[in-house]
């Protein structure tokens, strides 16, 4: 009897261990588990027509391209979208890397952000960056060498692909400006010889500021860089579910050629208050 009655009083602690141990793991393994996401929250940088900005007025804190398809793309998730506004584009990028905010609504890559943020492939669209320039006094220009012994400008906190930003840091006189539109001010005042934009950027600013037929563009001065939407590592929504429902998403917007149309759009939305009252009139439907 003596070895069953050990066996048993050793059998049953283990098996309770065992038990024990089951629940443990269980419960850790249902801790690890992230919560389905229903709503995610979005921001991005407030003053960066037609791409994304913070209308005057509107009915939603941001609007734009790339709200537009983060929302189209999100559409038949089950996920809801909740636009914020942060003040500014750093601000923004702060409270995403932060995990604040679930998502940054347009953003370039860069080295520095692969570290904190998922970016969502394929890009929103891809932004072209120009060389702003007095209209009458353009320079001759085949290269970035062009622009050595320039003066030239870019607003406060922009990038332009790792090659230019390299180039710019080493051979070049790029001043930082607290925006694009108090660079082109200076331009126009001749204190600069060329500004550096994104094109969208530079040519809703100047419409808004009125000098569109002062500027031009030097020509051949095109930097190609994507427009992402990214998601913070430290967001709780950051799952598999939400990464796959994004890049499907986007890549349907992409096969529909959806960022060219909504360009169109924006760029339409966003310079109707600047145009003359009888131009603006011009869209209206005739009453009946």
């Known amino acids: 009897m003596l070895p069953f009655v050990v066996a048993r009083s050793f059998r049953q602690p283990l098996l309770l261990c065992a038990l024990g141990l089951g629940a443990f793991f269980s419960a850790a393994s249902a801790q690890a588990e992230p919560a389905s996401c229903e709503r995610v929250v979005v921001t991005g940088n407030p003053g960066y027509p037609p791409l994304i900005w913070a209308p005057e007025g509107g009915d939603q804190p941001l609007t734009g391209v ?28 702060e409270a995403v890397e932060a995990g604040q905010v679930d998502i940054m609504a347009g953003v370039f890559l860069t ?28 320079f001759p220009y085949t290269g970035w060498q062009d622009l050595q012994g320039k003066r030239g400008a870019a607003q406060q906190g922009s990038r332009f692909g790792l090659s230019f930003d390299t180039y710019a840091a080493d051979h070049l006189q790029l001043q930082r400006e607290s925006s694009g539109e108090t660079a082109l001010r200076k331009l126009l005042a001749g204190e600069l010889d060329y500004v550096v934009l994104e094109r969208y950027q530079g040519l809703a600013l100047a419409q808004q500021m009125g000098v569109d037929g002062q500027l031009d563009t030097l020509e051949g001065s095109f930097i190609n860089a994507p427009l992402y939407l ?14 796959s429902a994004l890049a499907l998403g986007m890549l349907e917007q992409q096969q529909r050629n959806e960022g060219t149309r909504l360009l169109d759009k924006y760029r339409g939305i966003w310079a109707a208050p600047f145009r003359p009252v009888s131009e603006r009139g011009a869209d209206a439907p005739l009453a009946e």
């Open 66 to 93: 790339t709200i537009e398809m983060l929302s189209n793309a999100l559409q038949n998730s089950g996920i809801s979208v909740d636009v914020l506004d942060l003040g500014s584009r750093a601000k923004a990028l």
């Open 111 to 138: 080295r520095e952000l692969l570290g904190t943020l998922d970016f969502v492939y394929p890009a929103v669209v891809d932004v072209p960056s120009v060389f702003f320039v007095r209209r009458g006094a353009a």
């Open 230 to 243: 990214a998601i913070s590592h430290n967001s709780v929504c950051n799952t598999p579910e939400l990464r």
